[in-house]
């Protein structure tokens, strides 16, 4: 399952883990778990229940967004990136020394 949709289909339905769970008829714990990743693969029954209450596709709930759905947004940066180290060794070979 992907948290972040789950999360983030559950926070624009105004609603808490406690109200999802109970409208689901799951535990609170489950939702928190399948939230954090600290639980494995739930059933399909567990994700056809969550998706009836978020009225979301199940399939959508457990493999994340339909693939033509819009990207999310990201910032983008132009400015180039700059080099913030240089590793040990070519410090040192660029210092003359030999390893």
Do not use: C, H
Not at 18 to 30: C, K, M, P, V
Not at 49 to 54: S, Y
């Amino acid at each position: 399952m992907k948290p972040y949709y789950l999360r983030k289909l559950r926070r624009q339905r105004r609603l808490t883990q406690e109200a999802l769970a109970q409208a689901a008829g799951i535990a609170q714990n489950t939702i928190s778990k399948l939230e954090t990743l600290t639980t494995s693969m739930p059933s399909w029954d567990t994700v056809n229940k969550l998706a009836a209450v978020l009225k979301v596709n199940p399939r959508a709930l457990r493999f994340g967004p339909e693939p033509g759905a819009p990207p999310r947004e990201r910032r983008i940066d132009a400015r180039p990136l700059k080099r913030r180290y240089r590793p040990k060794r070519q410090a040192a070979l660029a210092d003359g020394a030999t390893l």
